[in-house]
């Protein structure tokens, strides 16, 4: 949940927690169903490369406050690297809306 705006993100979860989990991450996947995410840490820098999709991209530090957000991330892309990230939320492109940078993400995925 986003504590400015007490909107959730996400009820469901994936988590891409080891290098072979990270790598793979959604390359396998056609589509995100609304309401879900992968969580993929440590990240400080995800791509699309393979995907069939775009998707939205909240990087967050170590205390889950939000540190950038990529919109509609288009396929075969690489995202900027993002100091100071330790999660990369990968959601259903157009679900980040309006989520601004230095938002508290409530809940911690891990």
Known sequence: MVARTERVLADRTRDALSPVLRL??????????????????????????????????????????VLHVVHSMRRNRISRFVRGAHFAIELPARTAGDLRVGDQLLSSPL
């Open 24 to 65: 793979r991450g959604l390359l396998s996947d056609t589509s995100m169903g609304r309401g879900t995410a992968l969580i993929l840490a440590p990240a400080r820098q995800v791509h699309t490369i393979g995907m069939r999709f775009p998707i939205d991209v909240v990087f967050c530090d170590k205390g889950m406050r």
